[in-house]
């Protein structure tokens, strides 16, 4: 009874008055790849949340770091999309997107753990700290995921981890087609949206919307459209990315 009580009030909270400034835009921060499939996902997931409660965002791609920072003083919003909470920041808990972290290679292996990883040279981008982490592996830091992929064309590497949707875009658009991997997945995790806790009753409203996007299907629903409308691209050998609609 407890648990549909709760259930009924949150669901009241999209009913509230919206915040009075609910016409200025919302500024939120996330990772410099600007052309990763997955911040895309997410930031159209939230678009279209926050649209529900009458907001529009906006997204700055900035260091890692200086993202955070700028979060939790209020300088931004809140960070667009990230794989745990961070404290100073409120932790809104319907995931935006389900990575999949991808095992690529030149040739055939058999990947089925972090252990299985050992024997091998990887390449992975340096601000993820899910693969830095295992400093008994031998790691090669990378800036972004195209230069892990021309590591191992050229046999520089064994391995490139990575985001597998990711991977498969920037694949396509370098006209490299003879990665191996992507079946082959050593850790699965969600991203979550995490706002500044000035926008407390926002987030709460949000939750509400983006449970329902999930129960849905439209979260899902989304990710398949970025991803056809990101590989469509590659495709015909744009030399840019799907421009976000918020530029």
């Known amino acids: 009874m407890r648990t549909s009580s709760l259930a009924f009030w949150l669901s009241l909270l999209v009913l509230l008055p919206l915040n009075t400034l609910a016409d200025k ?5 996330t990772f410099q790849n600007a052309h990763s499939p997955a911040l895309h996902i997410c930031e159209q997931v939230l678009r ?22 700028w979060a939790r003083s209020g300088r931004l919003d809140g960070e667009l999309c990230r794989g745990q909470a961070h404290a ?15 095992v690529f290679s030149n040739q055939p ?3 089925q753990s972090w252990a299985d990883l ?13 693969i830095s982490a295992h400093q008994e592996l031998d790691l090669v830091p ?19 981890l990575d985001d597998y949707n990711s991977v498969l875009y920037a694949a396509r658009k370098m006209k490299i ?3 191996l991997g992507g079946r ?20 709460m409203q949000l939750e509400v919307v983006l449970a329902q996007m999930a129960r849905d299907g439209r979260i899902e629903q989304i990710e398949q459209e970025v991803m056809a409308e990101f590989m469509l691209e590659a495709a015909r050998d744009d030399s840019t990315a799907p421009a976000s609609s918020s530029h």
């Open 25 to 29: 835009l919302l500024r939120f921060g």
């Open 48 to 69: 279209e949340a926050y649209a529900k409660l009458g907001r529009s965002i906006a997204v700055e791609y900035l260091p890692g770091e200086r993202s955070l920072y």
């Open 88 to 102: 100073g920041l409120l932790f809104v808990p319907t995931p935006l997107y389900q990575w999949q972290l991808g």
């Open 109 to 111: 292996l058999s990947i």
């Open 118 to 130: 050992k024997p091998y040279k990887i390449a992975y981008e340096r601000s993820m700290s899910i």
């Open 142 to 160: 990378v800036n972004n995921i195209e230069s892990g992929i021309l590591l191992l064309s050229k046999n520089r590497v064994d391995i490139l």
């Open 177 to 179: 087609e003879h990665l």
């Open 184 to 203: 082959q997945v050593v850790e699965r995790g969600p991203i979550y949206h995490l706002p500044n806790p000035k926008h407390a009753l926002l987030a």
